[in-house]
């Protein structure tokens, strides 16, 4: 068997559920769970329909229209999405009474995004003579803990996942048995709370369900050819990266890339099941293929990656040299302020790491920190990372600073990592694409080290 999943965009409108259906069809013999995500940009009508509702405007016209919509052009009924948008109406005109969301409520809130895509689908799948049937995540077994908007599954989801779908799983073709098609995202707390896994959460679901029931291989179904090089935004000629490695692609999730969420590799990591990225533009591609390690020796640079806005943090010791200590206050300070650190390094004095200004909230943590440091803060900075094999960083390190060395580019930080696939650097924000441009050159280009494994070799490496 197979697991199946379709991200928001995958499933829009009534022409891409059409096309979707027509790709889970054409697997229908391999015996797919499908899981999906709520239709295009739902998740976030949802929150805006929060906060339209704290400020007094009870609203559901953005989502009731564009699923009343496709259940029409889809010549389906809406009788299984009815009840659920008198719900979703109830919950906000409770908000706009409370004035009040808490993580709990939003939960709740965003879950009907994937409540409506699976009914959606499944209602459309039955039409077009694909037995399905829909599932809501919890009644195929997954529980979460109570970390309401990033929740993590708890271990039993593995057991009850294959009580409820293991018969499904291990049945013959033409046994009649329904196809599930599951809400990603989603799952209850053992108070019976609807939770959710974190934006992007669906493929945390796939990869689980299909971790769970030792599919053959998770399949996710993106708008483009698999896992790039990097940013087809940001260099036109990025290219579909064959294989790769979970470790990998977890790293290239963390440093911005959208490929998967970042959590979403643990379970296969644990199996060893293979999840393939692919293309529902270009069924007949292979698309990136996820597996344990590389058979061959691959080329030394995988893909390179940016995340923009990005904060810069100096930290000097203002006591005494070679202070013990001085690292873990540090870090106790970041972790109670609940500030999470993505870049670090370090000496024995001072430490320079990077935080995502995006959502920083510094102010509580840079006063306690102030105690015994002095603290430089530094705004509008990009993190550059390139996915590679660490054993060849010498030679990748060499080549990468010839590269921007020739466009007399600087950077302001490097950090190896503990991980040993990746190497990260700090820029300017307005100079990140140029650096990842002149790095895909270097390694990707016409003549880029990684077509011809011998350029890096030839400068000592060892490939
Ligand atoms: N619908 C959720 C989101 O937009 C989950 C997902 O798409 O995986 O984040
Ligand atoms: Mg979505």
Known sequence: MIVMKFGGSSVANAERIRHVAGIIRKFADRRPIVVLSAMGDTTDDLLEAAEAALAGKVTIDAVEQLHKKTATELHISADDIDPLLGELRTLLTGISMLKEVTPRSRDYLVSFGERLSVRLMSAYLNSISVRAEFRDAWDVGFISDSSYTNADLLPETWENIRNKLGAYAGGKPGDGK???????????????FITTLGRGGSDLTATLLGAAL???????????????????????????????????????????????????????????????????????????????????????VRAITTKKNVTLIDIVSTRMLGQYGFLAKVFESFAQHEISVDVVATSEVSISLTVDGKKLNFAACRHDLEKYASIEVKKEKAIVTIICDVMRSSSILAATFDALAEENINVQMISQGASKVNISMICESDEADR???????????????????GGISASGGNV
């Open 178 to 192: 329904p196809m599930p098609i599951v809400t990603g995202f989603i799952a209850r707390d053992q108070k019976g």
């Open 214 to 300: 030792r599919a053959q291989e998770v399949q996710t179904w993106k708008d483009v050819d698999g896992i790039l090089t990097t940013d087809p935004r940001i260099v036109k000629e990025a290219r579909t990266v064959p294989v790769a490695t979970y470790d990998e692609v977890a790293e290239l999730a963390y440093f911005g890339a959208q490929v998967l969420h970042p959590r979403s590799m643990q379970p296969c990591l644990q199996t060893g099941t293979p999840v393939r990225v692919k293309n529902s533009y270009n069924i007949e591609a292979p698309g990136s293929i996820i597996v344990t390690s590389h058979e061959t020796k691959p080329s030394p």
């Open 435 to 453: 650096v990842v441009q002149v790095l895909h050159e270097r390694y990707f280009g016409k003549d880029g080290l990684c077509e011809l494994c």
